[in-house]
Every structure is written in structure tokens, then in C-alpha cells.
């Protein structure tokens, strides 16, 4: 079954505590991307990658990083969460161009407490 | 930097209702995208129209893109609980553009 996988699904972790959401797509898809989504807010767009080892900053990048290593996976990685990035993520992946529509993982609830 | 409103940010209605819900923008869009998303899920994709003026149905919800490709509406017919979710459209900026423009999202909820 083509999907983006997310995980974990859910995380509550604690001011400071390096983590890490996984994010790994089987349809070969070129770009993918991270959203975080917040009430009042919508989706806004963290960080994005074309390709292998091609990676630019979205509307929101403060406080995350990212990697792509392998065409598959696109980590996120939390340095050091703080509680304004308690949110819900979601990773999307998309073939050639965005006109084909994104493919979406099923998120990851996080909070830091 | 390309904006999209969607209008209304709420509706609730009752089973068997008709509704329009709209997707407006000052900008050109080369694509329009709809998704529709679940409590605690991903959006999933509904439709993807490319071409001003053009008409999509899928089964009870009929899609469709301006004429200008500014702007874009989605009309169910005979609501049903299942329909019940946020609906969210998104732009696609030029061909060979990755990136698409999101919307807030219309929070839509079919009462038995």
C-alpha cells in the first residue's frame, strides 16, 4: 500500500529533551515535506526537500532541523522543544510536482511540557 | 506571498442539506487541490482541477476551479455524516513548483 509513514503517533516529552519524528514514504517520491498544524493557524509548512540531500527552510523552520539522506526518509528533529512547539506534524511526500496533490502521513501529536 | 481564504471557517448542518464552501485568492493558481481531513489524520486528496473553468464530480461533490483560476468551490449534495470533516484547498503555484498554499480550512459537521 503506497503511505507515508509517521512515527511515533503520539509524544508528550519534557522542555529541552532532543527528539526525533521519523518519516518514511514507499511511493518513490522526489519531495517531501513537514507541516505543523495549529487551531486558528492551518498548516504551515516547516521544512521541505526536492531531493536527496536538498532541503530548504518552509514558512515556520525556527527550532527544527531536518535531513534527507535517503529518498525515503525525511526525519524532524527537535533540538531542544520548548512548549510553543506543542502541535500536531504531519510529513506529505508528492512525485515530480506539487499538481499531482501530497500524499499524507497520519501525524504526530506532540506535546512539551 | 499567495493567500487563500476559505469561506465559511464553520458550518453545520443537517443530513440530507445541500452546501457550497469556497476557496478564494487574488493570485493565480496553475492547480487547485481539495483534501479532506479527519479528526487526529492526515488530509487526503479529493480532487486536483488544472484547467480554468473546469468541473469535477466525485460522486456527491462537485469541484469546481474559476474561470480566472483565482479561486474555487466545492458543493456536496444531500450531506451525510461521513462528509463530516475539515476541507481544506490548496494552490500549486506554476508547473515544476513543488510547493503548494494551503488554506485555514472549512470545519464541517452533518448532524444525523
Request: net charge positive.
Amino acid at each position: 500500500e503506497a503511505q507515508v509513514t509517521q512515527n511515533p503517533r503520539y509524544l508528550i516529552t519534557v522542555t529541552g529533551k532532543k527528539l526525533t519524528v521519523t518519516c518514511s514514504q514507499n511511493m518513490n517520491h522526489e519531495y517531501m515535506s513537514w507541516y505543523r498544524q495549529d487551531p486558528g493557524l492551518g498548516l504551515r509548512q516547516i521544512y521541505y526537500s526536492m531531493n536527496v540531500e536538498v532541503t530548504d527552510k518552509g514558512d515556520v523552520p525556527e527550532g527544527y532541523k531536518v535531513s534527507r539522506k535517503e529518498k525515503r526518509n525525511f526525519p524532524l528533529i527537535l533540538e531542544s522543544p520548548s512548549p510553543n512547539q506543542t502541535s500536531l506534524y504531519f510529513c506529505a511526500s508528492a512525485p515530480g510536482t506539487a499538481n499531482y496533490g501530497y500524499t499524507f502521513g497520519s501525524g504526530t501529536r506532540l506535546t512539551v511540557v | 506571498t499567495q493567500l487563500l481564504e476559505q469561506s465559511p471557517q464553520f458550518l453545520s448542518i443537517q443530513e440530507g442539506e445541500n452546501l457550497t464552501v469556497y476557496c478564494n485568492s487574488s493570485s493565480v493558481f496553475s492547480s487547485l487541490q481539495w483534501y479532506r481531513q479527519e479528526p487526529g489524520e492526515g488530509p487526503v486528496l479529493l480532487v486536483t482541477v488544472v484547467t480554468g473553468g473546469e468541473v469535477k464530480k466525485l460522486k456527491r461533490l462537485t469541484f469546481q476551479f474559476g474561470d480566472a483560476r483565482k479561486d474555487s468551490s466545492l458543493h456536496i449534495t444531500a450531506a451525510q455524516p461521513g462528509d463530516t470533516g475539515l476541507y481544506l484547498c490548496a494552490g500549486g503555484s506554476g508547473a515544476g513548483s513543488y510547493q503548494l498554499t494551503f488554506g485555514k480550512g472549512t470545519k464541517l459537521s452533518v448532524i444525523p
